[in-house]
């Protein structure tokens, strides 16, 4: 079993800037590919970047690709998400997931274990 928490949401104005923290309990958190998705109002959830479990293979949706950057910091048990030049169509809940295989992947069945999200409201 994996707990992950989410942290860092809130509201900014478009073209700011937001760092979500994901923090990691239980099974060895270095063993999981790690997921940023993220669900807005009347859609589904819908993937924004994974990791490797050791960082050094990272995967951006192209809505996010050269804006969002993922991290993580294994001897924390941390994932991040830095957000840059966020912009309104950003607004969802942002959710961290684990996938207990070392492939990244984009899809949201694939993942065993989710955090509770955190809001990220980007106004105009």
């Known amino acids: 079993q994996v707990q992950l928490v989410e942290s860092g949401g809130g509201l900014v104005q478009a073209g700011g800037s937001l760092r979500l923290s994901c923090a990691a309990s239980?099974?060895?958190?270095?063993?999981?590919?790690m997921g940023w998705f993220r669900q807005a109002p009347g859609k589904e959830r819908e993937f924004v970047a994974a990791i490797s479990w050791i960082g050094g293979n990272t995967y951006y949706a192209s809505s996010v690709k050269g804006r969002f950057t993922v991290s993580r910091v294994n001897t924390k048990n941390t994932l991040y998400l830095q957000m840059n030049s966020l912009k309104p169509e950003d607004t969802a809940v942002y959710y961290c997931a684990a996938l207990d295989r070392r492939n990244l992947d984009v899809f949201t069945t694939h993942y065993n274990y989710w955090g509770q999200g955190t809001q990220v409201t980007v106004s105009s």
């Open positions: 239980g099974r060895t958190f270095s063993s999981y590919t």
